[in-house]
């Protein structure tokens, strides 16, 4: 497998942080309002017994909730509800685990006959027993006859799909009062959980997504809401056999599993048998129930009948292409990682029409459709405990992938596992992973930016991955490793979910005509960490010392001794620190070789301190004082036009007083933009005739020399109607994916990740004279995973070498910086955070004015420096028109989701030795003391009367700036 190449070097090593112990009482120092990682939730407090029935809060009456019009019950009648069953069963145990975006309380309801606190503490010790050592799990006859196998039904992850909510509200009241023995039976050998509304607010908003914008059904592993977020949380805890996500609305009962492509870290084998066994069931006892009003599947056309068929929709049957399981960014697709067989539920009927009556259709579907998992589950409990030990099992061995063949038929299955789903499984469903021995995450010099790699351990282990830390240096793969790097045993229970957040994935183009929604996401190429790949799974364990980490707090340090102090940015944490301090009133001046300096007096060192405590970084002595073209950086205002990941990736990188912008709010004037300092289109900004009072401010605010950033296609177009011109063309519709992504030496994103999203990638073809090319796809091998359908001008061929990033300075001043990767996407790309940042100091501040200094004035006539841009052949024109938006969505689950200069020259330059450890290319690595000696060489260099030494970017073109 081809590994990126080490994007430059970083400096820092493990020294110990210090003096945290003097910090004064009121540190100051706050991180963001949103961190990158999403804590587990602190309300998840599993009883000790059962029944555990507190009151639950109830919240007011709220007349415009849209759950009335739809004819279901709306949020603040569900806690009395649960209360009065609590007060009149004691099957029932309801708790809250989580809040929503707007501050509603999201229930987890367990029904189950009662269990002492030892009966409790048995079956918590079972649960664990099964993750941590399945094999001696299959051993123990008692925990096989005795554990209570959990299932799980989560309804209304989207909003505006009500009727899962209503459906298990029942059919918790019928567990609660049944009298049938069985039903006791049921419960005795069972936990029953449910997620009653997973999105409290969407359903009182009458919206698919939450209150703050996302589609909580593709925050799986980003963890932008809190609401996925709890299920997240919870698939642990529960550790379900069975997962039922309830949505809405297909026109006809659709029910998983998927079509092909699927995704490669599942244990197929043991998934599909029960999945589709489950939805054959789910469609007889359906057919069966007959409801009136309920529409039914027509294989003949493809298409949906009142007549009843005998028919539901199920996408591994009926949908062989367009409904697949291959992102684990959706409920079902994640919580499968934790051993569980796992279905989303389309029901049926739609937002037209008679609402109430067609929500009273779906509930009773959904209901059957409960009943039936239930019954399912109760019925192949010992197979489903087993399946589950074996996935755990199979991890903890670190066997192979298992390919099921093509022609797999009933006579090869085990006897007792189902087999109807061979007679359809053919070659397009054959996915298998190539599981390594480990993943590490180096520490020092071998890593691009520390702080990025421990966010990334946090997220790790946030999703229950086990992490553990080298105690010595280890030579692993022919490669040295500093004692502390981290070390991912793909040896592991859950190295499924394990695999699925690290691996690169792979590049599908070929394999499938359409894909539901993204296709690549790899945290170890998005999330700003170098991550390199060990070995192959069967190799032996490396004989090396680690330890298991349950933590990964920032570390950072402030060297003693008097003078400047320097860091380089190179992950979120640090740019969340430029932007704390800067808030502090902290003078920060950044060098054109990307390093910030600050000098030290007393009281700024103790802000210092706190960000190095804070956010990790090392700020060293630099022992240099500002040199020509550097920076001083300011706080930045930033209205942004965008999407909720614009405005969460600004703020997670540290920007506040962010101000939303739209076309509307700028016609009107309610937006001023003179409190503005710099504008980010995200999604574009267009006006409409009737809203020329906004063109005429935005034209006013770019007349006045004011910069922006933008991405993609939105950001290109707004940059060519204001600033300059700029051409970009995108990716075929719906192609989404990683790229390889190569950074000159001199860019402002020097530094960066040597990867990037991209949902389309857009490219600039042809950048007119004076426009810098700050970033360009790669030539060779220029797509690592994902799906981009080949379309004339529009592929991975036509934007290979092309410009990815660039940057331009308008007639008036403006400078304007513009993406075409999707650095915010779905606030997932968390790597690409830092470029924003980059790009917005860039295009904000201005050029420090270095006082005359000691040094005898170069006496050498600087020399312009040549052109920067590698120059590429000439392109055709795009024949495309460039498209903002993504893929479509399937009709029936809409979504929101968008697709998707010179600088300044105080004094040309004479071209300075690249120094190691400042860029992006791959250099030598190089240790603390190189960095503490850059100045020394700028000033050494100037003295032997090089000129001006300007480390890293060097630019040419003058700016009226
Ligand atoms: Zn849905």
Same mark, same amino acid.
């Given at each position: 497998m081809q590994r990126r190449i080490l994007a430059g070097t970083v400096v820092c090593g493990f020294a110990a942080t210090t003096v945290f112990a003097a910090l004064p009482a009121s540190a100051a120092m706050v991180p963001p309002s949103l961190s990158v990682v999403r804590p587990v939730s602190p309300l998840i407090d599993m009883p000790t017994s059962y029944p555990v029935q507190p009151e639950l809060k109830v919240f007011p009456d709220l007349p415009e909730d849209a759950s009335i019009a739809r004819g279901v019950r709306p949020y603040d009648q569900i806690a009395p509800f649960l209360n009065t069953l609590m007060d009149t069963s004691d099957r029932v145990s309801a708790q809250v685990v989580g809040t929503s975006a707007q501050g509603r309380d999201i229930y987890l309801v367990t029904v189950t006959t009662p269990e002492t606190t030892r009966q409790t503490a048995q079956q918590s010790d079972w649960r664990d027993l099964v993750k941590a050592d399945p094999t001696a799990a299959a051993a123990d006859a008692t925990l096989q006859s005795e554990y209570k196998v959990p299932m799980w039904f989560n309804g209304n992850i989207h909003g505006n799909e009500w009727e899962g909510t209503d459906a298990t509200l029942n059919y918790i009241e019928d567990l609660a009062t049944s009298s049938d023995p069985a039903t006791t039976e049921m419960l005795d050998d069972h936990r029953v959980y449910f997620t009653v509304t997973n999105n409290p607010d969407g359903r009182a908003l009458g919206q698919r997504g939450t209150a703050n914008g996302y589609d909580p059904n593709r925050d799986f592993i980003t963890g932008a809401t809190a609401e996925a977020s709890i299920v997240r949380d919870l698939a642990s805890v529960i550790q379900p056999t069975y997962f039922i996500d309830l949505h809405g609305y297909t026109d006809v009962l659709q029910v998983e599993p998927c079509g092909p492509p699927h995704g490669e870290n599942y244990e197929y084998d043991l998934f599909v048998p029960h999945a589709y066994a489950t939805a054959l069931e789910i469609e007889d006892a359906v057919t069966a129930a007959n409801i009136p009003g309920n529409t039914y599947y027509d294989p003949a056309t493809a298409g949906v009948t009142?007549?009843? $068929? &005998?028919f539901i929709n199920i996408p591994y049957r009926d949908q062989r292409s367009g409904w697949d399981d291959w992102p684990p960014i959706f409920a079902p697709q994640y919580v499968a990682y934790q051993g569980a067989i796992t279905n989303t539920v389309e029901l049926p009927l739609g937002r037209s029409g008679d609402q109430p009556a067609r929500a009273k259709v779906n509930i009773e579907v959904a209901e059957v459709v409960i009943d039936t998992v239930v019954d399912y589950v109760d019925e192949h409990s010992d197979a489903l405990l087993d399946n589950q030990i074996e996935i755990f099992r199979r991890g903890e061995a670190g066997e192979p992938s298992r390919e099921i063949p093509a022609d797999v038929a009933p006579e090869d299955l085990a006897p007792g596992v189902p087999a109807e789903w061979t007679d359809i499984w053919d070659e397009t469903d054959i996915y298998n992973a190539d599981f390594p021995r480990a993943y590490v995450i180096p520490v020092g010099p071998g890593q691009r930016s520390d702080s990025d790699a421990q966010t990334l351990v946090q997220q790790l282990l946030v999703n229950g991955i086990r992490v553990d830390r080298l105690t010595a240096p280890a030579r692993l793969d022919g490669n040295d490793y500093p004692e502390g790097s981290f070390y991912v045993d793909m *040896?592991? @229970?859950l190295r499924g979910l394990a695999n699925v957040l690290l691996a690169d994935g792979s590049d599908i183009s070929d394999r499938v @005509? #359409?894909?539901?929604?993204?296709?690549a996401w790899s945290l170890s190429l998005l999330w700003g960490a170098q991550v390199t790949r060990i070995g192959e799974t069967t190799d032996p364990a490396p004989t090396t010392a680690v330890e298991p980490v349950t933590e990964a707090p920032l570390t950072g340090f402030v060297s003693t001794g008097s003078g400047t102090l320097s860091f380089q940015p190179r992950g979120v944490a640090d740019w969340q620190a430029v932007n704390a301090l800067l808030a502090e009133g902290v003078a920060l001046t950044q060098r054109s070789n990307g390093f910030i300096e600050v000098s030290g007096d007393a009281a700024t060192r103790v802000l210092l301190e706190e960000a190095a405590a804070t956010f990790g970084v090392d700020f060293r002595l630099s022992g240099g004082s500002p040199a020509e073209g550097s920076i001083e950086l300011d706080s930045v205002r930033i209205g942004y036009v965008g999407d909720a990941g614009d405005r969460d990736a600004l703020t997670k990188v540290g920007f506040t007083g962010l101000v939303p912008v739209t076309a509307a709010t700028l016609a009107t004037g309610e937006v001023d933009l003179s409190t503005i300092d710099l504008l980010y289109v995200g999604t574009g900004l267009s006006f409409t005739p009737e809203q020329q009072a906004g063109v005429d401010r935005v034209t006013a605010f770019i007349a006045a020399g004011k910069p922006v950033v933008g991405r993609g296609a939105g950001g290109a177009a707004f940059v060519s109607a204001y600033v300059a011109p700029l051409t970009a063309v995108t990716g075929t519709r719906g192609s989404n994916g990683i790229a390889i992504v190569d950074t000159p030496f001199e860019s402002v994103l020097q530094g960066t990740q040597g990867t990037a999203f991209g949902y389309p990638f857009a490219w600039f073809p042809n950048p007119a004279p004076g426009v810098t090319v700050e970033q360009r796809y790669a030539? #060779? *091998? $220029?797509?690592?995973a994902g799906h981009w359908r080949s379309t004339p001008g529009q592929s991975i061929q036509d934007a290979? &070498?092309?410009?990815s990033a660039v940057s331009l300075t308008g007639p008036s001043g403006t400078r304007a910086f513009v993406f075409g990767t999707s650095p915010t996407f779905r606030a997932h790309p968390v790597g690409a955070f830092s470029d924003i940042a980059r790009a917005v100091f860039w295009a904000a501040d201005e050029p420090v004015v270095v006082e005359p200094t000691p040094t005898p004035t170069p006496t050498v006539a600087p020399t312009p420096e040549p052109t920067p841009e590698p120059t590429v052949a000439p392109t055709p024109e795009p024949t495309a028109v460039p498209t903002a938006e993504p893929s479509p969505e399937p009709t029936d689950e809409p979504t929101a989701e968008p697709t998707s200069a010179p600088g300044p020259t105080l004094a040309p330059t004479a071209s300075a030795t690249p120094v190691p450890g400042t860029g992006s290319g791959p250099l030598a690595q190089t240790g603390a003391a190189d960095v503490s000696s850059l100045g020394w060489l700028a000033l050494a260099a100037g003295m032997v009367g090089v000129g001006l030494v300007v480390i890293g970017r060097a630019r040419s073109k003058t700016s009226t700036r």
């Open positions: 009142e007549t009843n $068929t &005998g *040896h592991q @229970p @005509p #359409d894909m539901y929604d993204i296709s030539a #060779d *091998h $220029t797509f690592v290979a &070498g092309q410009a």
